[in-house]
């Protein structure tokens, strides 16, 4: 029998390999397994419902006021962008948490297989879930016409689409990556919620009212705020901006420093942490 050893674990190489995709159907399970994790995808499923359902009433309740396609894309995204990050980092902090790490990593001791079917389960789960968004979105379009004397516009571009994903994914992506930098949920659902919501929502207004540097720095340092320029064509503050190349390369830094850098030192420590 040939035999090698990795990460302090004896690997039969004789046994046949596990299919990765069986590997990633079991991480996409076990983000539904437990009781929290169903229920936070049932709240996030009923968040948009009544996100669709209150934009309709605002609607119908106000003639003058008028939404689109996009403008519902924009509404529909952001239960996904509050809650569903969180399976991202369950999916690999309750392995250390609830100690279920001892049974994978005894199951399947190549680490990097396992993290590369997380990252995969995660990654369907979000394309997933954008799926549903657009379906609520599309939906809400056409009862809009029929509720209201306003036309249905379809405005939204295949450039809107294509950034609207892309920063669902980075969110995502962030959120893993944070997870297995910090491996304690507690700790890692708190710093995403701080870098990814609370820090825009008001630390950075307020510092770019006041202060003209945080109009040059901040772009460098959140996604929406370096996407918006590329998705609309004018930064947060309205004002228009011709797209080049440095508003690529703001995108390109914060994607590195928030995905990246935390993935690479977050995929360090799980190869090197003990399992005990």
Known sequence: MSTTTTSGSTIDLSRPAIPFSREVRVELRKMFDTRGGLWLFIITGGLLLLAMVLTLLVLALNDDVTITASGFSQIMTIPLSILLPVFAILSVSSEWSQRTHLTTFSLQPHRG?????????????????????????????????????HDVVWNLTGKELLWTVVLQLAFFWMAFAFAML???????????????LILPLVAYPILMALFGWARDLLPWLDFNYAATPLIAGEDVMGNSVDVGALEYLRFAFTFCLWVVVPGVLGYLRVQRTEVK
Not at 137 to 148: E, K, Q
Not at 182 to 196: D, E, G, H, I, R
Request: proline letters at 2%; zero cysteines.
């Open 113 to 149: 297989r396992v993290i590369g079917a997380k990252f995969a389960a995660v990654t369907l789960l979000a394309l997933g879930t954008l799926v549903l968004a657009a379906v609520f979105g599309a939906l809400g379009n056409v009862l809009y016409g029929m509720l209201t004397d």
């Open 182 to 196: 910090l491996l304690n949920t507690p700790a890692a659902v708190a710093s995403f919620y701080v870098v990814a």
